[in-house]
Each structure stands twice: as C-alpha cells, then as structure tokens.
C-alpha cells in the first residue's frame, strides 16, 4: 500500500465505531463507562477494583526500541499495529499506552498517537486535552506549591527553609523561561520572595505517583509522603504535614481511572498517565496495564524513548512495585535510525548506506544484549520498514539479529496496518508462549540491580550493566545531596536516571555503542511518594524548551473546527 496522506489525514478518515463495542471486546461492558462523547470513555474504578487483583492475567508484551533520532522511530506505531494484529489473527488484544504531553505535541513530534495505518483514534483529541488528565495532574501539583508557600506566608510553623524547597511548579509545556524563576515579589502581602522553578507537568512526582498507583487509596498515601523540602533544622517536611493530600487526590478522583479508546481497526487501547522515559520513570500506569491484563489475554505496552531509558525503567521500577514480569520485549529497530547512529545526518538518512548502517549495528546488539543476557527475557525485533529502506540494508540489519542469536522481524504497519504485522504477532505469540530457543522467558526474568545496594551502587550497576560505561563520577552537589537521602532513609528505593535519550552515555554527542565514558551525576532527589530516587545525568532538563521551528507552527484549526497539522 503506497500512500502521501499525512498521519491526521488517515485518522481523520476512520469511521469510528462506538466506545462501547469497542470495550465489550475485552469484556468490559457499557455500565463500566463514563462516557466522554461517543468514541472516548473511561473505566469505571470499581470494574478496575474489582478485576486488576483476579490471578488469571493475560501475557505482557513490552514494546521498546533502539536509541532514536530527534524525530522518533515508530515505537507507539509498533505498539498499535502490532495489538491490530493479535486481534486479526484471533487474539483478545488490547495496548496499554502513555498520554502523549501538550510540549512534544507542540514541539518537536506534532502528535504522538502512532502513525501511519497503526493509530489511535480519535488522534486530534488524544494529542491535546483528551480527558483533562494532565490538567488534573497539573492542578494537583500547584495545589501543593500554594500551600507550601500559604504556610510560610502565615507564620510557617513547620519552620520550612525557603532556601531549601524542592518542590516545583509545573506546565504540560516546553518553556525554558520558566526552568528558574524568583517569586513571592510585591511587598508582603505578596509572598515570601524566594528562587522557585518549574517542571513540565510529565515530569512531576505528582505524575509518577499517578502512574505508580494502584487504586485511590494507594494515591493518596503516595501524595502524603511526597517530600517537599526542609525545615532549617535539617529535617524533611511532607505533603501530609500541609494536609494537602486529601484534597489533591480530590483533583485526581476522576483522572485516576483509565481511558479507552480505540485503534484504527477498532482495537481497544487504553492510554493513562504519561511520563517522559528520559526524566522520569517513562511507563503508563499501572492500572492501566494491569486493567489490560486482567480484561484481555495479549497487553501490549510501551516504554518510552530506548531500551536502556524507558525498558529499564520499567523492569527496573514498575515491574518491581507492581509485581509484573513480561513474557516478551519487542525491540524496535530502524535502518534509518542505525545510520543515524552509524553517523549520518538527519538530512540524509533515505539514502542508502551500508557502511553507515554497518557502523550504528552495534546500538541495537547492545540493547539485544542487554534484553536477553541481563534481564533475561526473550527478545525480538522488529524492524519498522520505511519506504527508504532497500533490500540490501534491511539484509543487513537481518544478518546482524541472527548473529546476536535474537528472532527479527519485518514491520509493515505503519503502510499496511494490522496485515503488516501478521509475523510480528505470531512470532510474539510463539515467544509468550513457548520462551526462545535460549530457554528465555518470564520465569527468567531478573531485575538489573537489587534493592539491598547503596544508591550509588544501584546507579553503577545500570551504568556498567545497561549503559556499558566505565563508571560513574558524582559531582560535589549529587554527594551532598546523596549523604542527606541516607540520613532519612532512601536505600531501599529504586534509582530512576534522568539523561539524554540520544545515547547510552550521558552526551547526545556519543551515538552508536559508546566504550570508555563515565556517566556524571550533577545532583540526586528523592521522589517519596513515587518511592523512587532521581539521578540527574550530563546537562538533562526537567523542562525542555521549543526550538527554531517548533510543531506549533503547523497546526492550525479550520473555520468548521477541525484540526490540522498535526503529523
């Protein structure tokens, strides 16, 4: 199937079918819904509630990918058209996936809903409001940082340190004048001046906490523990000494359900929560995944940016708190991509290159390498085709799978639909099914660390094991900051590290499979609520900014109000 129609332009053409047939696929029945119009609802918490605990589960298939150009490569694409799949040769399937966020919508994706004929629909209300979940998140978020700042303006009898708050304000926006702001100006009846900052919504705690949850209740004593700062003793303040909790989680009552939607086959999809895999921990929640689970027997989900971000971050966190252990990982791989990491520039990447692609074959066996060898898990790939690629690179991209010993597939979803991933969907059945030839599979699975290590010992080990680095160099700010989460106790948790999504090292720079680097950690945080610590890597941003020529450019709303431009 050759087409030039954009990606809005197929979505926009999908005659949609009702929600809920769409939901009573997987057995999930109209009384279960809140409807938000005729082709968006969420699940009702107590079908949720009472479902997600049952000891049957369906087999978890995690889609994740090589290290990607700017431009992405196609792993929510993968995602969907793989689970259009599963359903097309006679699978109850449905995906779990992530919310995509207004910054990169408008920034440098344009849309994050698939591509291609493997989408989610309707794509246009998907990439931007949806179901005012990050609203909601974000509003939860400020909540807080105006009681903290009410509390000292009226007396602070906690004795904050206003000099030592850490927690943020947030926007689902990039915007670099907001990274480090002053406040409180005015006169007194104004606030308590003081240097305070913001974090894109993706990126709060509020949002990991959301994802980590696994019911209201659980959320709200997650909100409670949230570390805000320090008292001028020394000593940590929390959200529950503000009694902010209740009333945050109040904000967070409806978006706390998951949403569903559908492919463009009319597969169900449920997308909830939305974490960026490069500062944060990257996964959907995990209701959403675990509501998939109990409700369908294939849930295919996703974890953002590359393997050694986004997969590690959820074998690695989500999977050791929500007790989850996949029985396959589709590795998503492009020749593009490869010559990219080969050393080509993004303007020349649909020419043929065989030296090139030879060059950056090394980034995906170190991701096959790091799948099957340190988590132990079967592993395929999947290679998503585009119309550039020739015979003679697809070959060699072939080639080199077969000599790391790992299955590889051809992708044609994104031209072709659910028809274009028929093997990928077979050969995942057979590796759910009967693990690899290896004598893989989920009862092989093992974490890359464990949680009796020191912090810095769980970030060596993701440095060395994942990112085949030398070690890792903690800067004077990270030390100081690492000897107070010992003083309060953080050992026990898992590290989440915040780097460039470009490399396995911590500088955009280093493409391919990088030897003979130290990883630089400039600071560490504790996310208490969440119960994961944050490492932050080389120059990473916890609020991106837009560039030159952002995708906001593009995207324009006609007089009968139907969006454009969005790709």
């Known amino acids: 199937m050759t087409n030039y129609k954009t990606d809005i332009e197929i979505a926009q053409e999908c005659e949609m079918k009702d929600i809920a047939s769409v939901a009573e696929k997987i057995g999930i029945g109209e009384e279960c819904l809140k409807r938000y119009g005729n082709y968006?609802?969420?699940?009702?918490?107590?079908?949720?509630?009472?479902?997600?605990?049952?000891?049957?589960?369906?087999?978890?298939?995690?889609?994740?990918?090589?290290?990607?150009?700017p431009a992405g490569e196609g792993k929510t694409t993968t995602t969907v058209g793989l689970t259009d799949a599963l359903s097309k040769i006679g699978k109850k399937a449905a995906c779990a996936l992530r919310e995509p966020s207004l910054g990169p919508v408008f920034g440098i994706k344009g849309g994050a809903a698939g591509g291609g004929y493997a989408q989610v629909v309707p794509m246009e209300d998907i990439n931007l409001h949806f179901t005012g979940d990050?609203?909601?998140?974000?509003?939860?978020?400020?909540?807080?940082?105006?009681?903290?700042?009410?509390?000292?303006?009226?007396?602070?009898?906690?004795?904050?340190?206003?000099?030592?708050?850490?927690w943020k304000r947030c926007v689902d926006m990039n915007d670099r004048q907001l990274r480090n702001i002053v406040c409180g100006l005015g006169g007194p009846v104004n606030g308590v001046p003081r240097e305070d900052g913001f974090d894109i919504t993706v990126a709060s705690e509020v949002m990991a906490v959301f994802c980590l949850a696994t019911s209201l209740a659980d959320l709200k004593e997650r909100l409670s523990n949230i570390i805000i700062g320090y008292s001028r003793a020394g000593k940590p303040i929390f959200a529950k000494d503000l009694q902010a909790q209740g009333a945050m989680a109040a904000l967070l009552k409806d978006a706390i359900a998951p949403n569903i939607v559908?492919?463009?086959?009319?597969?169900?999809?449920?997308?909830?929560?939305?974490?960026?895999?490069?500062?944060?921990?990257?996964?959907?929640?995990?209701?959403?995944?675990?509501?998939?689970?109990?409700?369908?027997?294939?849930?295919?989900?996703?974890?953002?940016?590359?393997?050694?971000?986004g997969a590690e971050k959820f074998l690695d966190i989500k999977c050791r708190y929500a007790g989850l252990k996949p029985d396959c990982v589709v590795l998503v791989a492009t020749v593009r991509a490869l010559k990219y990491h080969g050393g080509v520039g993004k303007a020349d990447l649909n020419t043929e290159n065989i030296e090139a692609l030879k060059a950056g074959l090394p980034n995906l066996t170190q991701h096959i390498s790091n799948i099957q060898d340190v988590y132990g898990l079967p592993c395929v790939v999947a290679i998503n085709a585009f119309p550039t690629d020739t015979k003679a690179e697809l070959e060699a991209v072939e080639a080199a799978c077969k000599e790391a010993g790992v299955n590889v597939v051809l992708?044609?979803?994104?031209?072709?639909?659910?028809?274009?991933?028929?093997?990928?969907?077979?050969?995942?059945?057979?590796?759910?099914?009967?693990?690899?030839?290896?004598?893989?599979?989920?009862?092989?699975?093992?974490?890359?660390?464990?949680?009796?290590?020191?912090?810095?010992?769980?970030?060596?080990?993701?440095?060395?094991?994942?990112?085949?680095?030398?070690?890792?160099i903690f800067e004077a700010k990270a030390k100081k900051s690492?000897?107070?989460?010992?003083?309060?106790?953080?050992?026990?948790?898992?590290?989440?590290?915040?780097?460039?999504?470009?490399?396995?090292?911590?500088?955009?720079?280093?493409?391919?499979?990088?030897?003979?680097?130290?990883?630089?950690?400039?600071?560490?945080?504790?996310?208490?609520?969440?119960?994961?610590?944050?490492?932050?890597?080389?120059?990473?941003?916890?609020?991106?900014?837009?560039?030159?020529?952002?995708?906001?450019?593009?995207?324009?709303?006609?007089?009968?109000?139907?969006?454009?431009?969005?790709?």
């Open 40 to 69: 968006i609802a969420k699940i009702n918490l107590d079908y949720v509630n009472n479902k997600i605990d049952i000891s049957e589960q369906g087999k978890l298939v995690l889609v994740t990918a090589i290290n990607p150009t």
């Open 134 to 166: 990050f609203h909601a998140i974000g509003a939860a978020n400020n909540l807080l940082a105006a009681m903290i700042d009410a509390h000292i303006q009226n007396g602070n009898e906690l004795d904050i340190d206003v000099k030592n708050i850490t």
């Open 262 to 309: 559908q492919t463009l086959e009319g597969t169900p999809a449920i997308i909830h929560g939305g974490p960026f895999a490069n500062i944060a921990h990257g996964c959907n929640s995990v209701i959403a995944t675990k509501t998939v689970l109990a409700s369908a027997d294939y849930c295919i989900t996703e974890a953002g940016f590359g393997a050694d971000l």
């Open 411 to 472: 992708s044609e979803v994104w031209a072709k639909g659910s028809e274009g991933g028929v093997a990928l969907a077979n050969k995942v059945v057979d590796l759910c099914e009967n693990g690899d030839a290896a004598g893989r599979s989920k009862d092989t699975f093992a974490f890359s660390y464990e949680n009796d290590l020191s912090i810095e010992e769980k970030i060596e080990a993701i440095a060395k094991k994942i990112y085949h680095a030398d070690g890792v």
């Open 482 to 567: 690492l000897k107070k989460l010992h003083e309060i106790g953080c050992d026990d948790m898992p590290v989440c590290i915040a780097k460039t999504q470009y490399s396995f090292s911590d500088d955009a720079a280093l493409l391919g499979a990088p030897r003979g680097f130290s990883v630089s950690v400039r600071d560490v945080k504790v996310s208490n609520g969440a119960g994961f610590v944050v490492a932050l890597a080389g120059n990473i941003m916890t609020m991106p900014g837009l560039g030159k020529n952002p995708a906001a450019k593009s995207i324009d709303v006609t007089d009968a109000g139907q969006i454009t431009g969005l790709f």
